[in-house]
């Protein structure tokens, strides 16, 4: 005995994706930047946040992506990051994300191997735009001050780069 044949079959899939579909999220959405419904500032500022998304229902995600989709990048952090770790070998670089993923080397004069994943998340000049995480060979992460000083030397080069630039 046949319960439903293809015609009610189709019309029973599509009521219920139309019905899903109804059932969006009016105004919640996900958002990176501005207010959070308790008040606090979510993002530093709306120039800060990467992306803007507000979804609210499954048809958006078919639909023309609307945000700005591209992440600026300071070139001289850009630079400085591959310019301090070259003596790790790089195993993936995305610029239009800001993330630099190298394997395991041995800095000169060390005799620990190390891997980095370095994140330039803005096109500012600044701390706030860097987050460098190393790791040792054994999988565990190194001290706090080991990354901060590997940042600081990312930033000093990255200075230096742009007081040259603007010599020429």
Not at 4 to 32: D, E, F, H, Q, Y
Not at 95 to 118: E, K, L, N
Request: glycine fraction near 10%; charged fraction near 20%.
């Amino acid at each position: 005995m046949k319960l439903l044949n293809t015609p009610s079959k189709a019309m029973l899939i599509m009521t219920v994706c139309l019905a899903t579909a109804a059932c969006g999220n009016k105004g919640g959405g996900i958002r990176v930047g501005g207010e959070s419904p308790a008040g606090g500032n979510i993002a530093h500022n709306r120039e800060t946040a990467p992306m803007n998304y507000e979804r609210s229902s499954i048809w958006d995600v078919f639909g023309p992506n609307k945000a700005d989709t591209n992440v600026q990048v300071n070139r001289y952090l850009w630079a400085a990051s591959l310019d301090v770790l070259s003596f790790l070998p790089v195993q993936s670089v995305d610029p239009f994300t800001g993330v630099i993923i190298t394997g395991y080397g041995t800095p000169p004069g060390g005799g620990r191997a190390y891997r980095a994943v370095v994140h330039v998340s803005d096109p500012a000049l600044d701390a706030r735009s860097l987050n460098v995480s190393l790791q040792t060979q054994g999988g565990r992460a190194v001290a706090p001050a080991t990354s901060r000083a590997v940042e600081d030397a990312i930033l000093t080069r990255a200075r230096q780069l742009r007081v040259r630039d603007k010599k020429l």
